[in-house]
């Protein structure tokens, strides 16, 4: 007769190297195919964010600025934005694009297109009915002021695509920031951040209810009373996507790290325990000395 079964526990040790590898990156890309719905702990930054934007009512005008200056930010923003811009359209809020750099449109028209809210690849959202890009705005602080009395003067009465605002249907009641709801801000440096406080927050508009795509620490000096809400950078990103119940990029990521650190604690934990019984065995195995 053959002695006892190994338990279930013990054949991970019998496994090569190579084979526990395997299995790790199998485990870990799961979650960037099928979100598995891990319970996310989500911050009261991310929060406040969605809380604020479900205050808005239907057809309110969110305005998004972005002052990224390099093109390799695009990716990033597109990441950031996309939870955003998805909430927004469920939310059926108008969108203005203003551009605060060379290259903030193209983020914007990949955000769109990427995650299919634009008609042009089967969503709801029709340019110039339900969102307009400006067009490019130099100057920085003072653009952003001039653009937030007269949205009309500072874009000279044209979007990104030199087309009149008189051809947008969005426009026509458009005209400052005194017709917008909601304003959002991404940018590159935290000077900037104080552009947007001064010139796009209920500090200038007490209206316009803000939050930004910042790490909190550039804004705590705001927060609650012209910020109400901000998405700190991955993380934040994949708690909102979170929050909507969305299978975004950022939430697939987080929890791939998050089961590949559960099954690296568990074969730790595993092991402990295999180890302090095959000790145990070995104890009562070992024969006893004369003399003891």
Request: charged share 20%; hydrophobic share 45%; aromatic share 14%.
């Amino acid at each position: 007769m053959g002695g006892s079964r190994p338990a279930w526990y013990e054949y991970i040790w019998k496994m090569r190297a190579e084979q526990m590898a395997a299995l790790m990156i199998i485990a870990a890309a799961i979650p960037l195919w099928m979100p598995l719905g891990i319970p996310m702990p989500t911050s009261y930054l991310s929060t406040d964010y969605y809380k604020t934007v479900e205050s808005i009512p239907a057809g309110g005008i969110v305005v998004i600025g972005a002052n990224i200056y390099e093109i390799g930010g695009y990716r990033s923003s597109r990441d950031l934005w996309g939870a955003q811009f998805t909430h927004w359209v469920k939310k059926q809020l108008k969108i203005l694009c203003v551009v605060l750099d060379t290259t903030a449109h193209m983020a914007f028209e990949d955000v769109m297109l990427r995650y299919r809210l634009d008609t042009r690849t089967g969503g709801p959202y029709l340019y110039g009915r339900d969102w307009v890009i400006t067009p490019y705005l130099p100057g920085e602080e003072p653009a952003m002021k001039a653009v937030a009395d007269d949205i009309w003067k500072a874009c000279n009465g044209r979007d990104f695509y030199g087309t009149p605002f008189e051809q947008l249907p969005m426009m026509a009641n458009l005209h400052s920031f005194r017709d917008v709801q909601l304003t959002t801000f991404k940018a590159y440096s935290g000077t900037h951040i104080e552009m947007f406080v001064r010139q796009w927050t209920n500090a200038a508009f007490p209206n316009v209810k803000a939050v930004a795509s910042h790490a909190y620490e550039d804004l705590a000096y705001a927060y609650g009373k012209f910020i109400l809400g901000t998405l700190s950078g991955a993380r934040g990103s994949a708690e909102y996507e979170y929050l909507l119940n969305v299978p975004g990029e950022e939430r697939a990521n987080i929890e791939a790290r998050n089961t590949e650190a559960f099954l690296l604690f568990a074969c730790i934990i595993i092991g402990a325990v295999y180890l302090n019984r095959q000790k145990a065995r070995q104890a009562i195995r070992a024969p006893v000395k004369e003399g003891e």
